[in-house]
């Protein structure tokens, strides 16, 4: 049954389009030595995506990665960014190749059914300067879906007339915001006592309304701050790092073949990126308190059959919980690449 509800997860995560469009949505010509001025006339002083901006000053093809969406050197979340194209020896459309990674959320789900089987502003550029004007083109590449990795490839006339070909590869991290986990919890219960007398099956509060301690392992699905999964990184020993990213809310079942006997609901912190202190209520399957016929059945787990069940009243619980892949990692389960 968890692998059903997984299966319909990941098929609506997986459901979307990741074709690419470029087109050329600007040209003319510059100032070799206002490049910066350019792109900040062109762009807005702060761009609300990211541009790639390619540069030829005659000797050398130099390019940098800046705008609002360019987080330690990756352009964070964005379905489109742009490439600014400025040279006499830069020629025709750049090709762009992408390359979709699977994000994280797919990463834990597949990790689950294994394990059940900076810049505001753009940065300055310096070139060399003779004065002269050069041509300039901005492309505009859609349809991007994080994470993954876009190639740009640009053809450059050299000084004997042939081409050469040079290939830019910018990261395209995503914003996760959910991830499935695994994990231990234990919560306290009330004892039942049940016992066949006369053709019955007789379920009663446990004489002594004793409560046990029950361990189970569970399955979650956690929403959380929306980070980036390549640099988040957070420490027991240093809470200023990370300190909102680390919250999260959660929902699970027990990890069994009946998952429905036990569901949760509560809050995590992570200590570290696999490892989080999970706690909150949880409802467990019970049996009624009463008397049941069950015939010539002498076998007190047949018997329990006859009995109904229903959902406890909410109790505590705290627990731990790791990523798929530590758990499995931990329990000498994770499979050898």
């Known amino acids: 049954m968890i692998r059903f509800f997984i299966g319909i997860f990941i098929f609506f995560l997986t459901a979307q389009a990741s074709s690419q469009n470029v087109k050329l949505i600007r040209k003319g010509e510059i100032k070799e030595h206002d490049i910066n001025s350019a792109i900040t006339a062109i762009f807005g002083s702060k761009l609300d995506t990211a541009v790639l901006a390619i540069m030829d000053d005659g000797n050398a093809i130099t390019w940098t990665l800046g705008g609002k969406s360019v987080k330690q050197g990756a352009v964070l979340n964005a379905r489109v960014f742009y490439i600014f194209v400025a040279g006499n020896r830069i020629m025709d459309e750049p090709s762009v190749n992408y390359i979709k990674n699977k994000s994280a959320i797919e990463n834990s789900v597949n990790d689950i059914l294994s394990f059940i089987k900076q810049s505001n502003r753009f940065g300055i550029y310096s070139a060399k300067s003779n004065g002269g004007n050069i041509p300039y083109k901005v492309y505009e590449v859609s349809n991007i879906k994080p994470p993954g990795n876009a190639e740009i490839i640009i053809d450059v006339i050299q000084d004997d007339n042939s081409r050469m070909s040079k290939k830019i590869t910018v990261p395209i991290h995503e914003l996760n915001w ?125 018997a329990k059959n006859y009995l109904t069940q229903k959902y406890s009243k909410p109790t505590w619980f705290w627990g731990l919980a790791l990523s798929p892949s530590a758990m499995a990692e931990s329990l000498g389960l994770k499979e050898k690449q």
Do not use: C, M
């Open 178 to 302: 959910a991830l499935l986990k695994v994990g231990v919890q234990q919560s306290k219960f009330v004892k039942n006592d049940f016992r066949i007398s006369e053709g019955r099956i007789i379920a009663s509060p446990d004489s002594a309304h004793r409560k046990e301690w029950k361990q189970q392992l569970f399955v979650a699905i956690e929403v959380h701050w929306p980070r980036d999964p390549e640099t988040y990184n957070p420490n027991i020993y240093n809470w200023k790092k990370h300190n909102y990213d680390r919250l999260g809310l959660f929902t699970g079942l027990k990890l069994s073949k009946a998952p429905l006997d036990v569901f949760f609901i509560g809050s995590t912190v992570d200590l570290f990126k696999d490892f989080s202190f999970v706690g909150g209520l949880s409802w467990k399957k019970i049996y009624k308190n009463e008397s049941v016929a069950i015939g010539n059945v002498s076998s007190l787990k047949t």
